[in-house]
């Protein structure tokens, strides 16, 4: 069985895990740590918070009544995104693994844009009757949405959301918010 | 006291727990996760070990009789790394803060510069005696310095080691043993 590395070779910490394996002339497999996927931890005083939908939960209740505009937790709130799994596979295989040399997987990348596009034929449906996935105001639900698109409508494979109408407009109208492009605008290499 | 929110912006999850801040109008602050000092795991059948330090004892002990060419525990196999901490606040001032458009702070620069000179004399006067810092043989305690080294040899700071003759032949003479050379190739980004 081959021994696995679970990191950046970037990495000090990853580095020298590596030149020990090397002096012992051992075989390894990198495994490259996904560097869009980090987790996310929070300081608020002495409350400290980790895992980005938690996260989430803490500051729509916690500032509740703080110059709040829209209730960010909503009808829908629990903030699960159904495309969030397909999101993410697509974009190790479309971002992050050219990063580190290695060849995206076709054939994961047809299953998971197949999985994406039933999904994104149900929210087409919703988005027809009602302007954001959770209703008639802006939602969490829509908001754990944005971060993953982002990645996906960089890439080439951006039409499956552009094809659809009301997806479009929906992702039109949610990344235009002023809180969406100033984080979007950090979101660059 | 401000919001902390420790991530990378690049990172979707960050990312979530940005707009869910400037969507609530919150000001906060980005501490920025430092990816050169990432942690590294280790998958080795069953046995999985997290901390570069740990891996590199583990791997060390069980590989002690298969392909060995020296003693990587050597008689110094605390693997501690009396320059370590500086090398990371002079990496993290000089290089990650860069990345993420902070100003170097020039203080801490200045006062991490004259901690490891005068660490730097001491292995001075060791490697005057001695070809390695455990004594005659390549061991632990000379690999452990070379991923913080590659980046501050990198850095325009680096004549602190060039400008001291014993110090400059170690570090010529364990960067270039293949192992560092082939981990060192892939510290690029």
């Known amino acids: 069985m081959v021994i696995k590395v679970h990191g950046i070779p970037l990495s000090t910490c990853t580095a020298r895990v590596l030149l020990c394996l090397c002096e012992k002339g051992l075989q390894y497999e990198l495994v490259p740590v996904d ?17 980005s939908r938690a996260i989430c939960k803490y500051l729509a209740r916690k500032y509740n009544e703080t110059r709040i505009t829209i209730d960010l937790l909503g009808s829908n709130g629990s903030g699960v995104s159904p495309i969030q799994s397909s999101n993410q596979a697509l ?8 990063i580190y040399g ?6 994961i990348i047809e ?3 197949h999985n994406l596009a039933k999904v994104l034929d149900v929210y087409e449906e919703r988005l027809s009757e009602y302007k ?24 080439s494979k951006s039409s499956i959301v552009t094809s ?4 479009n407009a929906w992702w039109n109208d949610i990344s235009s ?13």
């Open 111 to 113: 299953i998971e844009l």
């Open 132 to 155: 954001y996935l959770g209703g008639d105001f802006y939602s969490m639900a829509d908001l754990h949405h944005i971060p993953d698109l982002v990645y996906f409508m960089r890439s």
């Open 102 to 107: 290695i060849a995206p997987d076709e054939k």
């Open 91 to 98: 974009i190790r295989q479309m971002i992050v693994n050219p």
């Open 35 to 51: 560097p869009f996927g980090q987790i996310a931890a929070l300081e608020d005083g002495d409350v400290k918070i980790f895992e």
């Open 177 to 189: 918010r002023p809180a969406s492009v100033k984080v979007v605008e950090l979101m660059k290499l």
């Open 164 to 167: 659809r109408p009301c997806v």
